[in-house]
């Protein structure tokens, strides 16, 4: 799996504002247990509030924090790209495959003030690890890119 450091302290410090997890996600197997996209929790039991997970869970798409799955929902397709998001504005988070929204939106205000470092492909103990491949995965900080369906990207994000 891939650790982005957090030299910083507060890359991944979203407080209680808006954010958005996206990338792309291709599942060989789909599992009953937890397979972490991305992570700031560092064990499948790390209930400190505030820090996530991003998992697939039997195929569905499933934001966690603290103790408990915040939504899950959807389906992702084996052996198939398919673009995720996470977003959260004004407190709600949404999730997002194929730019169609899964679920209903979540109320979760928690605040998120971490200085851990976030894992791709599994938590940092690697007992989750991610079956098949990840790729464009992007954190944006204070901004919600989707609230809504969308068209998902169909090619590489842009560095502005």
Not at 65 to 77: D, F, I, L, R
Not at 87 to 103: C, E, K, M, P, Y
Request: with cysteine.
């Amino acid at each position: 799996y891939l650790t982005v450091y957090n030299t910083a302290g507060d890359n991944f410090f979203f407080g209680t504002g808006d954010f958005t997890i996206e990338g792309w996600l291709y599942t060989t197997t789909v599992a009953a247990g937890a397979r972490t996209i991305c992570a700031t929790r560092t064990s499948a039991s790390d209930t400190t509030a505030g820090r996530f997970s991003i998992y697939l869970r039997a195929a569905a798409l499933e934001f966690y924090s603290g103790s408990a799955a915040v939504v899950s929902a959807g389906t992702a397709t084996t052996n198939t790209w398919t673009h995720f998001a996470v977003t959260r504005n004004s407190g709600n988070i949404r999730l997002f495959l194929a730019g169609s929204q899964v679920g209903s939106t979540t109320s979760f205000t928690t605040s998120m003030p971490t200085a851990l470092n976030l894992t791709v492909g599994d938590n940092a103990a690697g007992t989750e690890s991610w079956n098949g491949y990840l790729d464009e995965i992007r954190v944006t900080k204070g901004y919600a890119r989707y609230v809504a369906n969308f068209a998902a990207p169909t090619s590489a994000h842009l560095l502005l």
